[in-house]
Nanobody
Framework: QVQLVESGGGLVQAGGSLRLSCAAS????????MGWYRQVPGKQRELVAV??????HYGESMEGRFTISGDYAQGTSRLQMNRLSLDDTGIYYC?????????WGQGTQVTVSS
């Protein structure tokens, strides 16, 4: 069984930065993609950033402020978030894809204050 563990969430003032990390453990060979999604209050879960087989995609409003890095195939991912705004408050989930299957982390809270 594969597990993803996120770390690095917390409280930050608007305009500040945070870095999230995700590490996979368990029995797996190779991921096809790893990325980050977030659940903002009152909205559906949305894409933040994903490394899909070497191709990187960002969600709307994230590009230019957020940067995803890490070795997606080996199960590590980091998300550098800069110029955070109040709208970025939410629970951030790490996601990994193994073939047709999705694996989710437990989520880490990011709170941006004014």
């Amino acid at each position: 069984q594969v597990q993803l563990v996120e770390s690095g969430g917390g409280l930050v003032q608007a305009g500040g930065s945070l870095r999230l990390s995700c590490a996979a453990s368990g029995n797996y060979n190779r991921f096809h993609a790893m990325g980050w999604y977030r659940q903002v209050p009152g909205k559906q879960r949305e894409l933040v950033a994903v490394n899909l087989g070497g191709r990187i995609h960002y969600g709307e409003s994230m590009e230019g402020r957020f940067t995803i890095s890490g070795d997606y195939a080996q199960g590590t991912s980091r998300l550098q978030m800069n110029r955070l705004s109040l709208d970025d408050t939410g629970i951030y989930y790490c996601n990994a894809k193994i073939g047709p299957n999705n694996v989710w982390g437990q989520g880490t809270q990011v709170t941006v204050s004014s």
